[in-house]
């Protein structure tokens, strides 16, 4: 299993944004986090800046959509060359029309869901989607404490993705860290966001590396447990 490791920008410095970037060049791809003071608490980035960011970076855009209404507003996104788009699935009654409408622009599709929201009405419609993230904080803001009670959420993807048979990505985002990257990639995670313990760390480079390791010692190969 590849194992995907994102930094979230959400945690570096923005005065200095480009050179941040450039301290994680071995990233998988870079986690951008859309917010807009009403699906969550918080207030980011913009089309604008994403945009931006998408000019300046040494390794593709995974942008994870904390929006209303994405139906409008998840296609620009697309349309701006971000490799990956991601929308939540509590902001939108449909969610299988967003995901189509990415794909044909051209970016990966995801869809997020919250620790609170259950996962088994998407499990039937999981091959519409290139990526599925389980929120491990409750979304909003950055630096909180990794909830190992969305494990079994998570586990559950897991074997649903492995009788699909297709190429889903498992995303886990929030307190990842060398200590709970091992948890979540044994509940079958291979994309793990990490913001503050990259960007704090003295080497973002080598502590990409080291959490990488530290997934791929506890990952395994999907499919309904025997």
Not at 79 to 87: K, P, Q
Not at 168 to 184: F, M, R
Not at 201 to 217: F, W
Request: charged share 20%.
């Amino acid at each position: 299993m590849s194992i995907r490791i994102n930094p979230s920008i959400l945690a570096a410095d923005f005065v200095n944004i480009e050179s941040a970037l450039s301290s994680i060049s071995s990233a998988d791809l870079v986690h951008v986090d859309v917010m807009d003071n009403h699906f969550v608490p918080n207030l980011t980035f913009g089309p604008q800046m994403v945009e931006r960011i998408q000019q300046v970076s040494p390794v593709p855009l995974d942008v994870h959509l904390m929006i209303d209404d994405p139906e409008r507003w998840a296609p620009g996104y697309a349309e701006l060359g971000a490799y990956s788009v991601t929308f939540h699935a509590e902001a939108t009654d449909s969610p299988v029309a967003v995901a189509r409408r990415l794909r044909d622009i051209g970016a990966r599709a995801g869809i997020a869901v919250k620790p609170g929201t259950a996962i088994e009405p998407y499990l039937d419609i999981l091959d519409e989607f290139d990526l599925v993230l389980v929120m491990t904080v409750e979304p909003g803001f950055g630096g909180q404490k990794f909830m190992p009670e969305t494990m079994p959420k998570l586990r559950m993807l897991s074997e649903a993705a492995g009788r699909v048979g297709s190429d889903i990505w498992l995303q886990v985002d929030g307190g990842i860290s060398e200590d709970t990257i091992g948890i979540a990639a044994e509940a079958g995670a291979d994309t793990f966001v990490a913001g503050s313990s990259v960007f704090a760390a003295d080497n973002p480079g080598l502590q990409i590396d080291l959490l990488r390791r530290a997934a791929s010692a506890h990952s395994h190969a999907r499919g309904p447990k025997r």
